[in-house]
C-alpha cells in the first residue's frame, strides 16, 4: 500500500488481502464513492476482515473467495491493484497477470511486491512447507516475471524497490516492487 496513491473514488483490489488490513486503509482512501476489495482463500482470514470491516463501519469493502487465477469480478472495473508476495504462490502466474490485465480499465494501475529467483528454482523446494512459507518456492527468474508481465499487455513496469540477492536453500532469489498499469483502449 506504500505506493498505491489510491484517490477518491476508484475502486481497487487486494490480491491475498489475509487479515484485510491494506484493504480497510484503501477504504478509507477511496473514500464512501470508492470500493475497496480484498481477494483470498482463507475461509478464516476472510471471517476476521469481514467482522472487521463491519465493526469499523466501512461500507465501501468487499471480500471474495477465490484463486488468483479467476478473480470474480467484471472486465475493467478497477483502478488499482495490489499484491504483497502472493503471485508466486499460483501456479499459473500468467492466469494471474492475464486476469489483472482484464479486470483494470484502461489506464488502470498496478503496484505489486513479490519475489524472484536469480535461478530456476529447483523442483525439490517446489512443495516444501518451509520454502512455501518464505514465499521463495514458486519464485520465477526476474526475466521471465517481465516477459509475463509484457506478455499479457501491461506497460510502463518500474522497479520502485528492490533488495539484495539472498540465499534461500540452494539458490538466490530477491524481493521487488513493481508497478504498471494497463494501456488505454488506444493502446497507449
Known sequence: ?????????????????????????????????????GLDVSDGMLDKSRRTAAKLGLRNVEFLKSEL??????????????????????????????????????KGRFVVSDIYALEDVPE??????????????????????FA??????????TVLEESAPYDKGQIRVASFTLAGRKPCCCGG
Open 148 to 157: 509475463t508481465l509484457a506478455s499479457v499487455g501491461l506497460i510502463d513496469v
Open 69 to 106: 487465477e479467476r478473480i470474480p469480478l467484471p472486465n475493467a472495473c478497477l483502478d488499482l491493484v495490489l499484491s504483497n508476495c502472493t503471485i508466486n504462490h499460483a501456479a499459473d502466474k500468467t492466469a494471474v497477470w492475464r486476469e489483472i490485465h482484464r479486470v483494470l480499465k484502461p
Open 1 to 37: 500500500i506504500r505506493y498505491a496513491e489510491a484517490r477518491l473514488g476508484e475502486w481497487t483490489l487486494d490480491l491475498g488481502s489475509g487479515r484485510g488490513q491494506d484493504v480497510l486503509r484503501l477504504a478509507e482512501a477511496v473514500g464512501p464513492n470508492g470500493r475497496s476489495y
Open 124 to 145: 525439490l523446494y517446489r512443495n516444501d512447507p518451509v520454502a512455501v512459507s518464505e514465499c521463495w518456492a514458486g519464485a520465477v527468474r526476474r526475466d521471465v516475471y
